[in-house]
C-alpha cells in the first residue's frame, strides 16, 4: 500500500502544494500566499515527526540582523483508502523571528501567526514514489 504523496492545502490566502517526493525523489513545496509564489525543494523542506503528526516547515525569509520568517504545518498521519483521496483540517503557523538587531537581544525572540487550512491527501504515482511506496512519507 502507497502512503499519500501529495498533499494539497488552502486557507485564508494561503495555497500549499506538497509532495514527499518529486520525480527526482526529493520532497517540494509550493506555497502561495496570495501575492507570491515561492517554490522549495530537498533540504530547503525540513520536517519532524511529533506525536501530532508530521510538522513540515520552509523558511520564507532570512536575514542574520533582522529575523527569519518561517511557515510551518502539520500533516495528521493519515492510512490511504486506496486511491480514494482524504480530507483533512489542520493548523498553519507563521513565526517571526528576530534577528540580533534591534537591540536589546533579550525578551520575547519569536511571535506566532496561525491560520485554519482545509487539506487533501492523495496518492500521485511517479518514478520515485513507485520505487519506495512505504517510505514516501517519511520524515526527513
Request: proline residues 5%; charged residues 10%; hydrophobic residues 35%.
Amino acid at each position: 500500500m502507497s502512503l499519500p504523496n501529495h498533499y494539497s492545502l488552502r486557507g485564508s490566502n494561503l495555497s500549499i502544494n506538497y509532495f514527499t517526493q518529486n520525480l527526482a525523489g526529493q520532497p517540494s513545496l509550493e506555497y502561495n500566499d496570495g501575492t507570491n509564489t515561492r517554490n522549495f525543494s530537498g533540504a530547503q523542506i525540513h520536517t519532524q515527526a511529533t506525536d501530532a503528526g508530521t510538522l513540515v516547515t520552509v523558511v520564507l525569509d532570512s536575514v542574520l540582523s533582522f529575523g527569519s520568517t518561517s511557515f510551518s504545518f502539520l500533516l495528521p498521519n493519515i492510512v490511504p483508502e486506496g486511491l480514494k483521496t482524504l480530507h483533512f483540517k489542520t493548523i498553519g503557523i507563521t513565526t517571526h523571528n528576530k534577528g540580533v538587531n534591534p537591540a536589546p537581544d533579550t525578551g520575547v525572540r519569536q511571535t506566532y501567526s496561525f491560520v485554519d487550512l482545509n487539506g487533501s491527501a492523495n496518492v500521485v504515482f511517479t518514478e520515485a514514489a513507485a520505487a519506495q511506496p512505504e517510505t514516501a512519507a517519511a520524515a526527513h
